[in-house]
């Protein structure tokens, strides 16, 4: 019968259910809804020719092919020949339907909006070839492939040549860094289970976008074995020149990555990457590691060297060495080594929930710093040591362009500990230079309880120009609640002729306005003291700077006195009084230089 009755029908359009299929396609058994079918039907049931077939299916997809079946009604050894001039997928309504196929699809699938398939399907539904193209509304492919096994995912082998044409990948979760990308894709492998797959693959991408910069000309090729990428991948951009070679691997929870990568002429102001005119000349990066985030990285990175070039200057490094690890209890250890500075950090944290309990403790100190510190993120069980040596920091202050200079064996040092509060750090700087102004045998230590913080600091010697200095300086401020308290005094000056303290409260709980209370402050000009009127004060605004009416020094032995007083800024009424009542100008005279 199936070889002998000659069947030749014009099929009108028709209306079959999906359970009626299932004789000869068990999967359409369970499945429930209706398709709208026409076309012609020529030659035996196990020798099937269908011209001009189309289905309909609800959601406004369709199929329209011509084929060739032999061996219906065993689906198993029925073998296709078909030319399909069209499939479209409505992708946002298709997802409803395989459902019943016990398939979901990823939810990103819907903003391809829709997939037309054009092509030549040749073979059984499991072992077959397919020539064609994929169009969707975020690009196209062009698909040669050969697939052997498909009943069994664990096992089915598959070669494919994938020509991609402005392929979006920005809408895939995760991804939105993407965007289009166009060129040739070849894939061998076996299996589609994660755990079993075995691909070897060669890339040669004309364009990939990333962070909205095109990058061309990226060539690849490697192998996926084992939850393990191993591979090399060459970039040859206008603007970028880089060179891979390495092993990822995703066997456990936290990835490992064993990897040597060499970065020539990255421009990274024209990759959109920074606004400055910053170029990487040259550097050789070599990474042995496992981690996926702060908190879990393990292991050594080394940059050696590294030239970089930065509005046409070009800084020339020898290298950095960076280590992490976690040793017993959790205690975590971060070091960095280089010619120029020397870096550890060391304690029991998480970076995350660090960094938000030391934002929530600021806080408690200046609430109106605002800090967006997460309360669910906040630790009582965080502690931390670091230390920072700067052996030789000229070289980083030339490419930061900073107007300073820092000796050598310059330190940072200190301790925080969420359980009591408690915040310590000491710096301490044989010499620094800021625009001019010379500071010698710098000491600085902040520190913190659980209600105040405090900042204080030591100057052995402060040089305002070559022939002058002050000598002695010390400035202490401490912080609680908005509420500021500051105090500089300086012991002499190489020419002894001055001394002083000076003494204000002061609150930072308005935004852009900075005012200074002062009391218990004083000049000497030299064994003549001069002391500040209480009720004085001076604040600051975005219209300028203003004196009250008592900012005024009077002299303990005499008449004299200097006073300030009104405001300078930018309007003509502005008017800023300085009142000089017998003042001795010698000093004045003997502090310039006159």
């Known amino acids: 019968f199936l070889d002998s009755v000659h069947i030749q029908s014009v099929l009108k359009p028709s209306k079959i259910q999906t359970r009626d299929l299932g004789y000869f396609v068990p999967t359409f058994r369970n499945l429930s809804f209706g398709l709208t079918v026409m076309g012609k039907i020529d030659g035996a049931i196990s020798a099937l020719n269908i011209q001009d077939f189309q289905a309909f299916i609800p959601g406004g ?21 078909a030319r399909i001039q069209n499939i479209h997928l409505d992708l946002e309504k298709v997802p409803s339907l395989l459902n019943s196929f016990q398939i979901e699809l990823p939810k990103w699938i819907s903003n391809l909006k829709y997939l037309d398939v054009y092509g030549r399907f040749n073979g059984y539904y499991h072992n077959f070839s397919f020539k064609g193209d ?30 991609l044409n402005g392929v979006d990948l920005s809408n895939i979760p995760g991804l939105s860094i993407l965007g289009p990308i166009s060129g040739t894709l070849i894939v061998d492998g076996k299996s589609f289970n994660p755990k079993k797959l075995k691909t070897n693959f060669k890339a040669n991408l004309s364009q990939f976008t990333f962070n909205q910069y095109a990058f061309h000309n990226l060539n690849s090729e490697g192998r996926w074995e084992n939850n393990r990428f191993t591979g090399q991948l060459e970039l040859k951009d206008p603007n970028a ?33 920074v606004k400055e005119a910053w170029e990487i000349e040259m550097a050789e990066v070599k990474l042995d590691a496992s981690g996926n985030s702060p908190d879990n990285f393990i292991g050594v990175a080394e940059i050696a ?33 280089s010619p120029y500075l020397e870096a550890e950090f060391k304690g029991y944290f998480q970076f995350e929930s660090l960094a938000h309990t030391a934002m929530a403790q600021l806080n408690q100190y200046l609430p109106s710093l605002n800090l967006p510190a997460d309360k669910n993120l906040k630790s009582n069980k965080q502690q931390a ?20 200079g820092l000796l050598p064996l310059s330190k940072v040092s200190g301790r925080f500990d969420s359980r009591n509060s408690m915040f310590l750090t000491d710096i301490t700087i044989p010499g620094l230079n800021l625009s001019g102004i010379q500071f010698s045998q710098l000491k600085i230590r ?52 001055t001394a002083g ?22 000049l ?71």
Not at 310 to 329: I, K, P, Q, V, W
Not at 385 to 404: A, T
Request: aromatic share 12%; charged share 20%.
């Open 305 to 337: 060297p590294l030239y970089i070039c930065r509005n046409r200057h070009s800084h020339n490094f020898e290298g950095f060495r960076f280590y992490a690890d976690t040793l017993m209890g959790g205690f975590r250890k971060f070091q960095l080594s």
């Open 501 to 522: 303290y000076l003494e204000a409260t002061s609150s930072a709980a308005t935004p852009g306005v900075y005012a200074l209370n002062f009391v218990h402050s004083r």
């Open 385 to 404: 040591d670091f230390q920072v040596e700067f052996k030789n920091p000229e070289p980083f202050l030339g490419l930061l362009n900073l107007d300073m």
């Open 134 to 163: 994929l169009q969707t509304h975020q690009g196209s492919i062009k698909l040669l492939t050969d697939i052997k096994g498909l009943s069994n995912i664990t096992e089915v082998e598959y070669k494919a040549d994938i020509f």
């Open 524 to 594: 000497m000009f030299g064994k003549e003291i001069w002391t500040l009127a209480e009720g004085a004060s001076m604040s600051y605004d975005s219209s300028g700077l203003y004196f009250n009416e008592k900012f005024r020094f009077q002299s303990s032995s005499s008449d004299a006195s200097i006073a300030l007083s009104g405001r300078a800024g930018y309007l003509k009424e502005n008017v800023l009084r300085l009142l000089i009542n017998d003042f001795p100008l010698q000093y004045l005279t003997s502090l310039v230089g006159i």
């Open 241 to 273: 020149r880089v060179s891979f070679n390495g092993m990822v691997e995703f066997s456990g929870n936290i990835p490992k990555v064993s990897c040597f990568a060499r970065l020539e002429q990255v421009k990274l102001k024209s990759l959109m990457l």
């Open 61 to 81: 997809s369709a199929l329209t092919l011509d084929a060739r079946l032999n061996g219906l009604p065993d689906i198993e050894k029925t073998m296709v020949d």
């Open 446 to 497: 902040l520190s913190s309880n659980q209600k105040n913080f405090f900042v204080n600091s030591r100057v052995q010697k402060l040089f305002l120009s070559d022939e002058f200095y002050f000598e002695n300086i010390n400035t202490q401020i401490s912080a609680e609640n908005d509420s500021l308290l500051f105090s500089l005094g300086w012991e002499n000056d190489n020419k002894n002729l």
